[in-house]
């Protein structure tokens, strides 16, 4: 069973930067593709990016596209998504997901994830 923790959360101006981190509870992350995802109140969970097992192969979907970089550290069985030009229309709930050896074709569907982190939430205003 892994477990995921998402970390880094916070209030931020519009335009600034946060780092969150998403560790797992054992050393197997590197097994995993991880998943970023935020949920805004009152909308549907909505993919972000999957980066693969080695970190090689990253995906983005449009809107994050330019201002998000996901990467990872499996050797401290962590990844992260560092977040810059932050808009209020980012703020939501942030969660990781692992998916067990590679990103799945429909990477931004959270079906198709195996695992969940808490989630940790992000606000952007001024």
Do not use: H
């Amino acid at each position: 069973q892994l477990q995921l923790v998402e970390s880094g959360g916070g209030l931020v101006k519009p335009g600034g930067s946060l780092r969150l981190s998403c560790t797992a509870s054992s050393n197997i992350l590197r097994r995993y593709a991880i998943g970023w995802f935020r949920q805004a109140p009152g909308k549907e969970r909505e993919g972000l990016s999957c980066i693969s097992v080695s970190g090689d192969r990253i995906l983005y979907v449009d809107s994050v596209k330019g201002r998000f970089t996901a990467s990872r550290d499996n050797a401290k069985n962590t990844a992260y998504l560092q977040m810059n030009s932050l808009k209020p229309e980012d703020t939501a709930d942030y969660y990781c997901a692992a998916d067990l050896y590679s990103c799945p074709t429909t990477y931004d569907r959270p079906d198709d994830y195996d695992y969940w982190g808490q989630g940790t939430q992000v606000t952007v205003s001024s």
